[in-house]
């Protein structure tokens, strides 16, 4: 998840929500509009863009293009693009491994395979078992036959 925070110089009654989403979406490529959610409070307007992206892969990009333009508010890049006064702005990761996609997308992947791995080795230390429990039941078979030859010699 990626968080953008700006403060821009502009009314709440005035902040048209679905332009900003709009050119946030264009500026983060490959970040769909309904991957973004804003909260705005007053401050001048204390906007806080929540970026979830379908494809993980898409949100370093767009921290990158949101970083590039946030380091240098005295060049009106950053305003320009979301079409509003930015006074300030700061673009930051919000970690959360339980609802993280990314890092879901990853734990998933890395519990498969800790669960092949175990299950691999399950697997084996069964048949490692099962191939001891065999050769028992194959050394008994021929201790039992030995005992009735020697018998039947014995016998005669």
């Given at each position: 998840m990626l968080i953008f925070r700006v403060v821009i110089d502009e009314t709440i009654e005035a902040f048209d929500r679905e332009d900003y989403k709009?050119?946030?979406?264009?500026?983060?490529?490959?970040?769909?509009?309904?991957d973004i959610s804003l909260g705005v409070s007053a401050a001048s307007i204390a906007v806080v863009a929540t970026i979830n992206a379908q494809d993980p892969a898409y949100i370093y990009p767009a921290y990158v293009a949101l970083d590039q333009l946030a380091k240098d508010l005295s060049d009106g890049m950053l305003s320009s693009a979301l079409g509003v006064n930015v006074e300030s702005a700061v673009v930051s990761f919000d970690v959360d491994i339980l609802g993280s996609s990314a890092l879901d997308s990853i734990g998933r992947r890395?519990?498969?395979?800790?669960g092949g791995l175990l299950g691999g080795i399950v697997?084996?230390?069964?048949l490692a078992a099962g191939i001891r429990m065999s050769v028992r039941v194959v050394r008994r078979r021929a201790d039992r036959r030995m005992v009735r030859r020697r018998a039947g010699l014995q016998m005669a």
């Open positions: 709009a050119r946030l979406a264009n500026i983060t490529k490959g970040i769909a509009e309904a890395v519990i498969r395979v800790v697997l084996l230390g069964l």
